[in-house]
């Protein structure tokens, strides 16, 4: 943390020396940040951590700019040979070559080599010159760049930590665009104790139900919205990743303020930093604490949904990938 300078914790809700904190991580693209205490930093890392690990495959695919650092590799399999590479953008490379050895009826070596780079092309010849002496006849040999195919590669989504974290997208939302008074509020007491204290029952679910008006399948989409329902007088985040994921947050169980209170809304596509306005005709949806934590949704619907995302992903990437993957539960860290 560097640069603190005195202000108010959305955390804490204390007067202290604070830093901007990203609202959603910028390791997958995030640009909104929130002010929050060193304290509270630290304790909301583990669980940015476990989000990030969990869509850091998609942005590396999207090429996604980061602020700092850069989009780490992963490891994938190619469906029809079995052969592994490093996904490090659109586009990927090997983990290692591949080298085969034939010989011809007078016991001359036949090599077939698959390399990364023409300098480990040259190393990987001398090393089978000196091993078998002269070649049978001329090598068949290919460098950067291969063609990666049909791929597959294993994702997981969920559990406490991460939950956490899309609950601290929502909230830190919402405390940037309120009144401090309000945010020190004891509503949001609950809400702050789960983020920062890992206390308390999970308020994030994944929610395919009631998010549907984000449900964008042109573009990777991240999105938040918080939605002050004066009837049930409860306050509901929706938060969206790549246009695929979506999720529902209790922040506040009741609010007794007697003045309509206008919602907020924040969508951008991540891969080209662009910010997407939504249509004119948008209302965010009325649903009970039990539809926040509980949405009545089957696992076929939400696969299906989560496929029509992934879809859209994939045609940003020159790789179509084949996808294992696995939910956790919301108590798991």
Request: glycine share 6%; hydrophobic share 35%.
């Amino acid at each position: 943390m560097q640069n603190l300078r005195e202000g108010y914790c959305c955390g804490c809700t204390e007067t202290r020396p604070v830093t901007e904190d990203h609202i959603i991580p910028q390791a997958i693209g995030g640009k909104l940040k929130a002010p929050l205490c060193d304290e509270c930093h630290k304790k909301i890392h583990s669980i940015d951590t476990e989000l990030t690990k969990a869509f850091q495959e998609i942005a590396t695919l999207l090429n996604v700019k980061r602020t700092r650092n850069e989009n780490r590799p992963f490891r994938v399999k190619q469906v029809e040979t079995g052969i592994e590479f490093d996904i490090d953008s659109r586009k990927g490379r090997r983990t290692r070559p591949e080298v085969k050895i034939h010989f011809d009826q007078n016991g001359l070596p036949i090599p077939e080599v698959k390399a990364r780079s023409k300098k480990e092309l040259n190393e990987i010849l001398d090393g089978i010159r000196k091993k078998y002496g002269q070649f049978a006849k001329p090598i068949e040999t290919i460098f950067e760049p291969i063609p990666i195919g049909l791929i597959e590669y294993e994702n997981t989504i969920g559990g406490r930590f991460f939950m956490r974290s899309v609950a601290k997208s929502a909230y830190l939302f919402l405390a940037t665009h309120f009144p401090k008074e309000k945010i020190s509020s004891e509503i949001f007491s609950s809400v702050r104790d789960f983020i920062f204290e890992d206390k308390g029952d999970s308020l994030t679910s994944f929610n395919f139900v009631h998010t549907k008006f984000m449900d964008n399948c042109r573009r990777p989409l991240h999105g938040i919205a918080i939605h002050f329902d004066t009837k049930l007088r409860n306050i509901i985040g929706y938060v969206q990743y790549f246009g695929t994921f979506r999720f529902s947050v209790l922040i506040a169980r009741t609010f007794s303020w007697g003045i309509a209170i206008p919602d907020l809304t924040y969508c951008f596509n991540p891969v080209t930093g662009e910010k997407i306005p939504l249509k004119p005709t948008f209302i965010l949806p009325d649903v009970t604490n039990k539809e926040c934590l509980t949405p009545f949704q089957t696992t076929q619907f939400v696969h299906s949904e989560i496929e029509k995302g992934y879809k859209m992903i994939e045609s940003y990437c020159e790789a179509v990938s084949q996808r294992t993957l696995e939910f956790l539960d919301q108590s798991t860290k």
